[in-house]
T-cell receptor
């Protein structure tokens, strides 16, 4: 079955710096890669996604890149702000199954 | 719209007790899911439903049961609670079964079994 690895497990950056979270997947049939943000005491919320026929997608300060050949994808957050502090989950989806990574706790310090 | 609502938010159970985690959604979504979240383990699918009257097992169904009598409600039942079921439980729904249809999550139920 699909295996999604996510790194790092924790990440601390200063406000204004960039943050990068990386994920790898094993199933070449995976063709959709969403990213979810989980704030304290809340459920995960979709923040950005990318399909396998696209190499990069941006939405304001966040971007996701996908390298299908290497089977890895990354989340980039620029100009980080305190409200970016949360747990971020990557996921990989085939037509039938969605598999989550293990999460990255991002702390943005002042 | 309230979205996906889960109750209770917290619960402590003794080993062997039973309980039902409630989940309701007001988005008229046919597809509903139960996940558990353990530290460092991501989200694991317990059960899912593609519509009223239809349920199926996910990755980690042992020790749980579900029912789906209405489109809105998808309760998760623990019959004989065990310490291994200590976790945070999330209910989610999606509008379509399409793989790229986003999941809408509730705020979770934190369960401790002692």
């Amino acid at each position: 079955g699909e295996n999604v690895e996510q790194h790092p497990s924790t990440l601390s950056v200063q406000e204004g710096d960039s943050a990068v979270i990386k994920c790898t997947y094993s199933d070449s049939a995976s063709n959709y890669f969403p990213w979810y943000k989980q704030e304290l005491g809340k459920g995960p919320q979709l923040i950005i996604d990318i399909r396998s026929n696209v190499g990069e997608k941006k939405d304001q300060r966040i971007a996701v890149t996908l390298n299908k050949t290497a089977k890895h994808f990354s989340l980039h957050i620029t100009e980080t702000q305190p409200e970016d502090s949360a747990v971020y989950f990557c996921a990989a989806s085939t037509l039938r199954k969605l598999t989550f990574g293990t999460g990255t706790r991002l702390q943005v310090t002042l | 719209n309230a979205g996906v609502t889960q109750t209770p938010k917290f619960r402590i159970l003794k080993i062997g007790q039973s309980m039902t985690l409630q989940c309701t959604q007001d988005m008229n979504h046919n597809y509903m899911y139960w996940y558990r979240q353990d530290p460092g383990m991501g989200l694991k699918l317990i059960y899912y439903s593609v519509g009223a009257g239809i349920t199926d097992k996910g990755e980690v169904p042992n020790g749980y049961n579900v029912s789906r009598s209405t489109t809105e409600d998808f309760p998760l039942r623990l019959e004989l609670a065990a310490p291994s079921q200590t976790s945070v439980y999330f209910c989610a729904s999606r509008e379509r079964q399409a793989y790229n249809s986003p999941l809408h999550f509730g705020n979770g139920t934190r369960l401790t079994v002692t």
